[in-house]
């Protein structure tokens, strides 16, 4: 099993800064891929952005060029850096982590509680 703990989320006014760290701990072999989802009331969750474990990123369009998002590999943990935020950004994130459990095993998708983001305009 992989638990996930989201820290950092908050309230802050358009075109302030946020940034959102997650942890994983539990019984695994290695993290793959780690990443963030954000669900706005209303809307179905979607990806932000995520990272594998060669260090290549993806983002969405709508934060390219403000958010970046990191890793520590060797803790097992992943940041979103949240520059220029906009009202839209407006949701609750959630961390989202591949995990391999045993050398034969495949890769397994865990996903921590989520905190919420609020952007004020």
């Known amino acids: 099993q992989v638990q996930l703990v989201e820290s950092g989320g908050g309230q802050v006014q358009a075109g302030g800064s946020l940034r959102l760290s997650c942890a994983a701990s539990?019984?695994?072999?290695?993290?793959?891929?780690m990443g963030w989802y954000r669900q706005a009331p209303g809307k179905q969750r979607e990806l932000v952005a995520f990272?594998?474990?060669?260090?290549?990123?993806h983002y969405d369009e709508s934060v390219k060029g403000r958010f970046t998002i990191s890793r520590d590999g060797a803790k097992n943990t992943v940041r979103l850096q949240m520059n220029s935020l906009k009202p839209e950004d407006t949701a609750v994130y959630y961390c989202?982590?591949?995990?391999?459990?045993?050398?034969?095993?495949?890769?397994?998708?865990?996903w921590g509680r989520g905190t919420q983001v609020t952007v004020s305009s």
């Open positions: 989202n982590a591949g995990a391999i459990i045993t050398a034969t095993s495949r890769r397994y998708a865990y």
């Open positions: 539990g019984t695994f072999l290695r993290i793959n891929d």
């Open positions: 990272i594998i474990s060669d260090d290549s990123t």
